[in-house]
T-cell receptor
């Protein structure tokens, strides 16, 4: 089945530790995105990538890093510089980049908590 | 600054009746609007969308209305079913970004 797979579903981070969230899609979508959801808030864009080896910062990129070495994969690293990392992280993809009236398809999310 | 707002955090309706979820936006440059449905511990699922050149789009029990002059978007679900109980997010797009509302939790009472 085609879709977006995020792993792990739950992740715990110690203070000062970097962690990487995985996102893989087999939809042959060009664009991929990372969002963060906090209680009572909408989804906020962290990073997005329209093509391989290229990515752009979203509204809240500080403390995060990404890579896009393959079309199928867009991992997100939450660095120790992110002082409030506890949140629900969602990965999404779409066909024609961020334009062209194409909806995004989402994974089931990773919940990150601080130990 | 929240460019897309859903002012009702929750809504309860009886099964078989109409559910109306509302969304307001501030950016007149938005040209594509979407509704997503989200169950707990899952990612949002795309439901229906509308381009800014239209004022209505229908898909089965779901209809989205767009009032550009009022910068208002609504989702109508008729008839509502218990399986529709979920959190609904509206989103708007322009250029390189999508902007999401905070969501409305819909409960359909059997």
């Amino acid at each position: 089945d085609g879709g977006i797979t995020q792993s792990p579903k739950y992740l715990f981070r110690k203070e000062g530790q970097n962690v990487t969230l995985s996102c893989e899609q087999n939809l042959n979508h060009d664009a991929m995105y990372w969002y963060r959801q906090d209680p009572g808030q909408g989804l906020r864009l962290i990073y997005y990538s329209q093509i391989v080896n290229d990515f752009q910062k979203g509204d809240i990129a500080e403390g995060y890093s990404v890579s896009r070495e393959k079309k199928e994969s867009f991992p997100l690293t939450v660095t120790s510089a992110q002082k409030n990392p506890t949140a629900f992280y969602l990965c999404a993809s779409s066909m024609a980049g961020l334009r062209g009236n194409q909806p995004q398809h989402f994974g089931d999310g990773t919940r990150l908590s601080i130990l | 600054d929240q460019q897309v707002k859903q002012n009702s955090p929750s809504l309860s309706v009886q099964e078989g009746r109409i559910s109306i979820l509302n969304c307001d936006y501030t950016n007149s440059m938005f040209d594509y609007f979407l509704w997503y449905k989200k169950y707990p511990a899952e990612g949002p699922t795309f439901l229906i969308s509308i381009s800014s050149i239209k004022d209505k789009n229908e898909d089965g029990r779901f209809t989205v209305f767009l009032n550009k002059s009022a910068k208002h978007l609504s989702l109508h679900i008729v008839p509502s079913q218990p399986g529709d109980s979920a959190v609904y997010f509206c989103a708007a797009n322009t250029g390189n970004q999508f902007y999401f509302g905070t969501g409305t939790s819909l409960t359909v009472i059997p």
